[in-house]
């Protein structure tokens, strides 16, 4: 019977419902968006973290033994995750394949002016500079080149983000229940006669209560589930587009498993969001 | 034993105005008192009090069980499950079919689906409008509607029924079917006061009167029962 009340109290009212359901579906549309974002933001700060962060070029001079001793003095540091070696070799071997379409530039290149390197990744990406630096001072380090910049921008960008996205949910999520609570309100305000008839034929204030709250979870669900979904298919529609942007970086595609959760704990936060609303409604009008 | 009990209630309104002053009352079980008086007279605030729609200014008021002064906020739905009340402008449900308007008493009570519908269509059955069940409100006539507000009264078998001016808009014959409707449940056990201004019936039925004027009982007698009396209409 509650149900019924609540789809009943729903069908009455189109224009509120849509108005409600419109509503949470904006605020669940941004929260998609800015999931998808941070999520994106993450993989592209993933994929440059997992990339050698220090390139370090050996002077030609540079023996093999001391070569091998900064190594594992590097891995004695407790900072370095992965050092990869590459000799003069090939580094010869990758220069020709990246020129292998200019003979050119393949006959002017031997082994001998290209330098031995190592390729180092750290575990924590704030260590960078600290090994760059330790690294630069050494006699037989010609150059310490590494990208540090770029990921503390990528970083900065993605927290400046997700603190964008934080304020403009809530904002969201405040106006929505505001919204909601005035349509509620008036809802509860048109049935004001039947409520009193209930009351007066024993009916308790929960009784009352529960058809609007479940009217709020209804338009949170319709709402949150609409919100992400057109995130979700917009996000499809523009893959294409952003692949082709992203080149190799592998944020597509986005894995099931995320998504579900996304739709999951947005599916929770939009029914306690109307829940909430109409419950402050239902409390502020039935007084 | 005592069904309703009104010890020396007084009711003032927020204006200063008394409803009702220094009134002392007593409904045995299975009575059927008239509650006669004019427009003002305090009729319906009695009615009002006695579900506790409204709280005495002074005095104490007692309904089967229940310290109506002293009851707890959140009892108040179970008194009014146990006193069925038949309001002066019905308060049917005007979206609602009769049927859904009946059961919803039985659902607020919480009783389970199947026990709602024999108990709905029981109901209907003794007040005589079963056939309009799946009618709206505003689709019956002013005796049938008064009927469903009986029947809604009726549903939860309540020790009680108050009937607010049941008769107020019907002509004379429809008003008997009531009055004779509200008789024979009563003759099976339930207390039942009802107020009315319709002097011809009231003086036809062998039963107590209580008189209110400007919120003070000035009559309270019971007529003997005669022959002539019976099979009124």
Known sequence: MVLRTTWHNIRRTPYQAFTAIFIILQTFFVVSIFALVAFGSSRIIEYFESLPQIDVFF?????????????????????????????????????????????????????????????????????????????????????????????????????????????????????????????????????????????????????????FILEGVFYGIVGGVLGFGIAVGTLWYATPYLSSFLQDIPVFPIPMVFLLQALGIEVLLAIILGALSSYLAVVRYLK | MTMIRLDKVTKKFGTGAFALSDISLKVEKGEFVFLIGPTGSGKTTIFRLLIRDLLPTGGNIFVSDFDIVKLPHGKIPILRKKVGVVFQDLKLLTDRTIFENIILSCEIANIPKKEAIEKTHEALKRVGIIEHKEKFPVQLSGGELQRAAIARALVLSPEVVLADEPTGNLDLATSWEIVNLLSEINKKGTTIVMATHNTEIVNKMPLRIVGLDKGRIVRDEKKEEKKEDKNKK
């Open chain 1, 59 to 211: 002077q030609n001079e540079a023996k093999q033994e001391e070569i091998d001793s900064l190594k594992k003095q590097l891995e004695e540091s407790g900072k370095v995750d992965k050092i990869r070696f590459v000799s003069k070799e090939e580094a010869l071997k990758i220069y020709q394949e990246q020129n292998k379409d200019d003979p050119l530039l393949l006959e002017l290149v031997t082994s001998d002016i290209l330098p031995a390197s190592f390729h180092i990744s750290t575990f924590d990406i704030n260590d960078i500079s600290s090994v760059a630096e330790s690294l630069d001072k050494s006699s037989i380090v010609e150059r310490v080149v590494f990208p540090q910049q770029v990921i503390s921008r990528l970083i900065q960008w993605a927290e400046s983000l997700r603190q964008v996205g934080l304020a403009l949910v809530v904002f969201l999520a405040i106006d929505s229940v505001l919204i909601m609570v005035i349509i509620i309100g008036i809802k509860v305000s048109y049935k004001r006669e039947d409520i009193e008839i209930m009351r007066l034929i024993g009916a308790s204030n929960w009784y009352i209560r529960w058809p």
